[in-house]
Structure formats: structure tokens, C-alpha cells
């Protein structure tokens, strides 16, 4: 491959990553909750039934923000089914994944869970079997100090501090046909500006998120967004998106381009909210919540192919094995999310373990990285700052994404350049390239030239790269996919000059 030029400038920027950027997602789905973070009679749990083992990863992947209870499960859920004594909490049946709910671990638990795990906690509201009253009853639970029944309810139940919870989600993918009781546009743009109004009365000082559409590839997309923004607009901070990257195709070229379409969907949604804005407040700018993103496929398929017959407590489904490609594909949505980071102000990588997950677990045993773990880590510990606009020379290819959505195939041609980057500006003047080579053969030489930057010298310089793409992290082989050294990078004067391996994801870090 010819030589790849980069040329980045101190002084243009594209905005500050926001620490929510780097959050995560945790549903009530799976054993993701039981037997991922909460299992009492595992040799690690604490004495609130938290696993340690589980919990040791998490802070290493540093998520700074975790979206809780849902997701689908979040349109049947009654939050009071999962505070107060245990012997109290009802069993309930799940029509989202088709599971029995025992509400062992509630509100309460994830609270603890998320100050220990060193994060802050991100709720959703039901706006599915329920509404605007019983989502400013939550609030009122959660973050009112005392002196009314819900609040000394919280109080009775042993949480006497206010949960003070800022971030609150206007319920989940509501124009999906497989949501409990999902709604139209104007249906659901009704509930959601009633439920924000009455929330931001109960605490004016919380931050919403409207739902944008459930995909871009939804018949409602555009439209959805457009229509809700108009009754919600004065009274909300943020408008959802949820993206899935997939490989069906079984084509690694076209699935790296997949994350370029992920851009694409971002600025969209922004025009759309933007066009809104020019007709109420100019002045005021909705900011976007990528509140569900990562790579899905093996495990998505149909409702039957996903779920256990007989309405199982946790049962082990959507227990995606991630790949080397998995990881690459995964690492340019990554890229993507800090290349918007003057308007993606949340993210939420779904889902943290099991499901989904860049933690997998063995009930009783082990817990492990899976490959897609490194890129989200070094993303979250390197990626805050100044988000640099860089000017990318690189040669491209032709590729065709297969998008599959219900009963449609879509496919999106797409040209995409060989180097996908981000480089961040970091508080100690130091700067963070994230850089991905979609070439599968052959390397990359790379030279970045760099003005109006102190930073001298190379700090570190990793890749993650293996020359199986199919290979994995398993229970007996936990490392098999993991970063090493990139050796050879050197920087002299304003110049830095490196050789990304093929298919790889590099993180070289100057300071």
C-alpha cells in the first residue's frame, strides 16, 4: 500500500468528548444482570451479591456512564416491583425476551452496583404499559430528599441519601413492532412531552432523551425523529439513535465500511434535529444519545431463535462470541463516536456482560475479556479531550453492506477509505491517535504530520491485530486476542511515522 498522510493542526478541533461518551448499557435480559454482575453464591460476591471478578473488569474498561433497566424489558417493567424487601418483590413474566423476572436486583441494587463500579447511573422510565405517572413517581423516589411518601419510602427501604440520578431516558424504541405497547409518532411524541414536563417539575435538574427511531433502516426513521423533536423539543436535551453492525454477509471488507455508515445516521439525525431548531430556538441545540450501539449478528436473528421455551429465570441467550473482525469493526464505531463528539454527548455500548458484552462470564466460574473489550478501554482512558479535525489521504475501496431489517434486504454501496482515525488533544497537551487499517493483506505506512503541538515523543504505541480473523477469547484461551507492542513508531520534529499492521486497531499515544 502507498504511504497514508494525515496532517492535524493544534488549533482545529472538532469539539470535547463528553465523559458520558463512554458509557455502557445493562438490561434485565439474559444473564446479563444474574450471573453477570449480580450473583450471590459466586466465591467473589460482596455482601450485596455483586461480583467482584466482574466488577474488577468493568473498572478497567471504564464505563462512565451504564443505561438501566432497558431496553425492551424497560416498556413492561414496574419499577416498584424492584425496591423494598426481597421477600416482597414479585416474580414476574417478561414478554420482552419471553423470561421469568424474579426483581432480586432492582433500582436500589444498581444504585450500589454503579457507585462502586465508579459510574454514573442512567435510568429509563416505562413508556410503554405505563406512562407519564408513574415515571415522575420514580423520580420522586429516586432523587427527592424526604418528607413526601415516596421519598421516605426510599428512606424505609435503606437508602436515606437522594439517588440524585440527571440522566433519564423517555422510554425505549417505541415505534419497534416487537416493543410492549409501541405507539406512532405523534402517540408517542404526546407521552413523552407530558412525561418531561412532569419530571422537570419534580427536579428541574435532570437532563431527558427523547426515543429517536429504533434503526435507521425503520420505515419510520426520519419522519419519527422529525415529529417527536416537535412535540418535545423545548422540553428535552437529547434524541436517542441505536445502530447494530453485522457481518451476515459473511464479507469482513464490507462490514468494515459499516462504521462509516454509522456517520452517516449521526448526521442525519443532527439535520433533522437542527431543522427543528431553526423553527423554535435557534439558539438551542439538541445534542444526541447513542444510547445502544455495537456489533450484533450471530445471535439477533428472529424472536424464536433468540429466546427459551418455558419462561426461564436468565436464561443464556445473545451471548455473542466476538472475532478479531468483530473487534476491528468495533473499533471504527468507536472512532466514529469521538468524530462526532460536538453532538453525540452519550453513548452506550450495549450490553456490559453476557449479553452482548465485552465481559463474558461462567456461572460459578471465570469471567474474561472478549476481543471487542481493548478498543471500548483504550477508547474511555485516552479518548477525552479535544477532538482534532484531521485531513485523511488515503486510498480507498468499493464495497456493498448488507443491511437486513424484518422482511427487507438492504444493501448500501459504500466507498471508504483504507484508514479510518481519531485523534485527541488530552488535557496534558499530549494527543491519541486511534487509528484502523481495513486492509486485510497489507500494512500501512503512516505518516502524520502534526503543527502547533508540543508533544514531542512517543509515549506508547499498541495494536490489536491477529492474523486469524476469526479468533476469539474463550474461558481456556482468555488472551488469545489481545494488544501488543506496535514497534517502530517514532516521531521527529512535527512528523510521525508508524506502520499499522493489516487489519488491525492502533492506539499511539503521544505526551
Known amino acids: 500500500m502507498r504511504d497514508v498522510h494525515v496532517r492535524l493542526h493544534a488549533g482545529l478541533t472538532i469539539g ?3 465523559p458520558r461518551l463512554f458509557g455502557a448499557f445493562i438490561e434485565h435480559l439474559g444473564r446479563c444482570v444474574y450471573g453477570g454482575i449480580f450473583e450471590p453464591e459466586h466465591p467473589t460476591a460482596d455482601a450485596h451479591g455483586f461480583r467482584q471478578d466482574v466488577l474488577a473488569l468493568i473498572r478497567e474498561l471504564a464505563p462512565t456512564i451504564v443505561r438501566y433497566p432497558g431496553g425492551n424489558f424497560v416498556s413492561g417493567y414496574n ?39 465508579g459510574t ?23 432523587n427527592h430528599p424526604h418528607g413526601t411518601s415516596l421519598s421516605d419510602l426510599r428512606r424505609v427501604h435503606g437508602w436515606d441519601v437522594p439517588h440524585g440520578v440527571k ?27 407530558e412525561t418531561a414536563k412532569m419530571m422537570k417539575w419534580v427536579d428541574p435538574s ?51 465500511t459499516s462504521p462509516d455508515l454509522m456517520d452517516d445516521f449521526i448526521d442525519e439525525v443532527i439535520s433533522i434535529a437542527d431543522s427543528v431548531a431553526a423553527s423554535r430556538r435557534p439558539s438551542k441545540r439538541i445534542m444526541l444519545s447513542f444510547d445502544e450501539w455495537n456489533v450484533w449478528y450471530r445471535t439477533r436473528r428472529n424472536r424464536d431463535e433468540r429466546t427459551v421455551p418455558g419462561w426461564p ?16 469493526a468495533f473499533g471504527g464505531a468507536c ?13 452506550c455500548l450495549a450490553q456490559l456482560v453476557n449479553v452482548i458484552a465485552p465481559i463474558m462470564t461462567e456461572d460459578g466460574g471465570p469471567a474474561w475479556r472478549q476481543t471487542i473489550f481493548y478498543p471500548f478501554a483504550q477508547m474511555s482512558h485516552f479518548g477525552r479531550g479535544r477532538v482534532l479535525r484531521a485531513e485523511i489521504d488515503s486510498p480507498v475501496y468499493d464495497a456493498t453492506y448488507f443491511d437486513p431489517r424484518g422482511d427487507q434486504d438492504l444493501y448500501f454501496p459504500v466507498t471508504a477509505p483504507y484508514l479510518k482515525l481519531a485523534a485527541v488533544q488530552n488535557q496534558n497537551d499530549g494527543v491519541t491517535l486511534f487509528a484502523l487499517n481495513r486492509h486485510l493483506t497489507e500494512p500501512m505506512p503512516l505518516t502524520v504530520a502534526m503543527t502547533g503541538f508540543v508533544t514531542k515523543s512517543i509515549r506508547a504505541a499498541r495494536t490489536l491485530h491477529h492474523p486469524n480473523l476469526n479468533a476469539t477469547n474463550t474461558r481456556d484461551a482468555q488472551d488469545t486476542v489481545r494488544p501488543a507492542a506496535l514497534d517502530g513508531a517514532t516521531v521527529a520534529g512535527e512528523t510521525l511515522r508508524a506502520t499499522l499492521p493489516p487489519a488491525s486497531w492502533n492506539v499511539i499515544r503521544l505526551g
Not at 132 to 142: I, K, Q, T, V
Not at 230 to 254: G, K, R
Not at 313 to 328: G, K
Request: aromatic content about 12%; glycine content about 6%.
Open 335 to 347: 472512532i466514529s463516536l469521538i468524530n462526532h463528539a460536538d453532538r453525540v454527548k452519550a453513548a
Open 120 to 142: 454514573e447511573p442512567m435510568l429509563a422510565v416505562n413508556l410503554g404499559t405505563r406512562g407519564a405517572d408513574a415515571a415522575r413517581h420514580y423520580l420522586e423516589y429516586c
Open 16 to 18: 470535547e468528548t463528553d
Open 206 to 256: 435532570i437532563e431527558l432523551t427523547a426515543c429517536g427511531s429504533s434503526g435507521r433502516n425503520m420505515p419510520t426513521f426520519g419522519a419519527w425523529e422529525r415529529t417527536v423533536l416537535e412535540h418535545c423539543f423545548d422540553h428535552v436535551e437529547y434524541i436517542s439513535l441505536h445502530t447494530y453492525l453485522n457481518n451476515y454477509a459473511d464479507d469482513v471488507p464490507a462490514f468494515l
Open 167 to 193: 440522566f433519564w431516558c423517555l422510554g425505549n424504541e417505541m415505534d419497534g413492532p416487537w416493543q410492549m405497547q409501541a405507539r406512532t409518532a405523534e402517540e408517542y411524541g404526546r407521552v413523552a412531552v
Open 79 to 117: 419499577w416498584e416491583d424492584g425496591v423494598g424487601p426481597l421477600a416482597n418483590r414479585p416474580k414476574r413474566l417478561d414478554l420482552a425476551w419471553l423470561t421469568t423476572e424474579t426483581n432480586e436486583f432492582g433500582t436500589n441494587e444498581f444504585i450500589d452496583w454503579c457507585r462502586l463500579a
Open 313 to 328: 429465570v436468565a436464561p443464556p441467550i445473545l451471548e455473542e462470541v466476538y472475532t478479531m473482525a468483530d473487534a476491528l
